[in-house]
């Protein structure tokens, strides 16, 4: 029973951060365009922070540098971070293709 709910949990847990990443992988090139480096940052802190919950090691990383050059206001590493990041997250089933 104790697994049940811990695994009907950790489903929730999921679906609110696919949820969460659709939105916000939306709303990166708006933000990009305005140059919203500190919203790009916290953004891809979230990312960083959960991805690795559900084995998203590599996205993780990928938020990480996003994270990073976003802070720098590196504004083409951020560009080319924030399709990458769309990329792997559309991969790994997190986003609709």
Do not use: C, W
């Amino acid at each position: 029973m104790g697994e049940d709910r811990e695994e009907d949990f950790m489903n929730e847990l999921k679906r609110e951060f696919k949820t969460t990443v659709s939105r916000n992988m939306k709303d990166m090139p708006s933000l990009y365009k305005e140059q919203k480096f500190e919203d790009i940052a916290r953004i891809a802190h979230d990312i960083k922070g959960t991805a690795g919950l559900f084995a998203m090691e590599k996205g993780g990383e990928i938020a990480m540098r996003l994270q990073r050059a976003a802070e720098g206001k590196e504004s083409g590493a951020v560009a080319t971070l924030i399709e990458e990041l769309i990329s792997y997250m559309r991969e790994a089933g997190m986003l609709d293709s």
